[in-house]
């Protein structure tokens, strides 16, 4: 039973373009997402997070925003960089049992 | 702060064989998680312990598999027998705490296994 999922595998973007990831949950009990990046033989690194209280929080070029009643995240990258292309992972923390449950990863692929 | 250090970094092994991967976390960090990545279900918690106390193991997925922390800097998971369904890679990561304000996991860069 997966409580976070990732639909989409993969995205191609163009760089200087929107790169838009989307996460979607079904527990009303998360309180807090975030959203890690990782590399190619590299452990997962953190990126952004937001509480459920909130609606959008945005650093620099990263903005995630969160529609608590659809269950749905989405992580917005703009501008796209090369550098940016990564397996981003959207994972949720839940309040009850403390811990993070994770989606599959979308593989963002950002070409020049 | 080296991060959180793994080894080996990749390990081939022979089905039925014994597989040990080790992990220090993040000195002063008091939860430790050890995780396996799928391209099926993604990143699993299979375990975590908070002050070298197994805390929750619902995610191990049988008893072939078993993890230790007999200290705060250094912690183990073990598959025995390995069977080639095992393959995967496995992350351990710590963190201050599992609440607010800080919810952030430190990974490490993985142990690569393959089981043959």
């Known amino acids: 039973d997966q409580q976070v999922k990732q639909n989409s595998p993969s995205l191609s973007v163009q760089e200087g373009r929107i790169s838009i990831l989307n996460c979607d949950y079904t527990?009303?009990?998360?309180?807090?997402f975030l959203w890690y990046k990782k590399y190619p033989a590299e452990g997962p690194t953190f990126l952004i997070s937001?509480?459920?209280?909130?609606d959008k929080n945005e650093d620099g070029r990263f903005t995630v925003f969160l529609n608590k009643s659809a269950k749905h995240l989405s992580l917005h990258i703009v501008p796209s960089q090369p550098g940016d292309s990564a397996v981003y992972f959207c994972?949720?923390?839940?309040?009850?049992?403390?811990?993070?449950?994770f989606g599959q990863g979308t593989t963002l692929q950002v070409k020049p | 702060d080296a991060g959180v250090i793994q080894s080996p970094r990749h390990e081939v092994t022979e089905m039925g064989q014994e597989v040990t991967l080790r992990c220090k976390p993040i000195?002063?960090?008091?939860?430790l998680f050890w995780y396996r990545q799928t391209m099926m279900r993604g990143l699993e918690l299979l375990i975590y312990?908070?002050?070298?106390?197994?805390?929750?193991d619902s995610g191990m997925p049988e008893d072939r598999f078993s993890a230790k922390m007999p200290n705060a800097s250094f912690s183990t998971l073990k598959i025995q027998p390995s069977e080639p369904r095992d393959s995967a890679v496995y992350f351990c990561?710590?963190?201050?705490?599992?609440?607010?304000?800080?919810?952030?996991?430190?990974f490490g860069p993985g142990t690569r296994l393959t089981v043959t």
């Open positions: 990561a710590s963190s201050y705490s599992t609440g607010p304000p800080s919810y952030e996991q430190y």
């Open positions: 527990n009303s009990m998360f309180d807090y």
């Open positions: 937001i509480s459920s209280i909130k």
């Open positions: 994972a949720a923390h839940s309040s009850n049992t403390g811990k993070l449950i």
């Open positions: 000195s002063g960090h008091d939860y």
């Open positions: 312990f908070n002050n070298n106390v197994p805390i929750d």
